[in-house]
């Protein structure tokens, strides 16, 4: 079975710059799921999907990152301008029924 | 309290030896925690689920603390392929309407040889 597929692995812009990351999740997982992993930190969610409706984002700073997943498959994660505390690892992970996340590898983005 | 709190280690022990890391939270509401391993500049990955008090698989064991609101992770016979950030996932922060799961900010073993 197919993972999560994200991309890209990685991206290093400049601060005020924006950059998009793409997820498309496990077939037939309908909850998805944004993080960001600062280094040394564990996951910090950003938001979170159900098919194609936003369940949570709280923790989204919604002045500068928007996200969307308009068929309820895969899902953008966009932020516009960048900071340089935006430097992270960006996880994408969907969901079984049973609670079990799985994770793409990952989006490592350096804002310079 | 802050919802999730890891001792981030690093635990530093010999190949054979017995490790256990705890991962205290608040807000409990279900029964049902997660365990995840990261390695270095890897994402994460499930290492065990638990759905009831506790689970063993093989040389890991995960177990709940209601009362003192932990949950624990121990490692028996440490080999050096142990050597990672585990993640804890402990309950109450997610239900089958699909509310995030929080994770803590991981305990660090190096296991040496």
Known sequence: EAGVAQSPRYKIIEKRQSVAFWCNPISGHATLYWYQQILGQGPKLLIQFQNNGVVDDSQLPKDRFSAERLKGVDSTLKIQPAKLEDSAVYLCASRLITGELFFGEGSRLTVL | ?113
């Open chain 2, 1 to 113: 309290r802050k919802e999730v709190e890891q001792d981030p280690g690093p635990f530093n022990v010999p190949e054979g030896a017995t490790v256990a890391f705890n991962c205290t939270y608040s807000n409990s509401a279900s029964q049902s925690f997660f365990w995840y391993r990261q390695d270095c500049r890897k994402e994460p990955k499930l290492l065990m689920s638990v759905y009831s008090s506790g689970n063993e698989d093989g040389r890991f064991t995960a177990q709940l603390n209601r009362a003192s609101q932990y949950i624990s992770l121990l490692i028996r016979d440490s080999k050096l392929s142990d050597s990672a950030t585990y993640l804890c996932v402990p309950p109450g922060l997610w239900s089958q309407a699909g509310t995030a799961l929080i994770f803590g900010k991981g305990t660090t073993l190096s296991v040496s040889s």
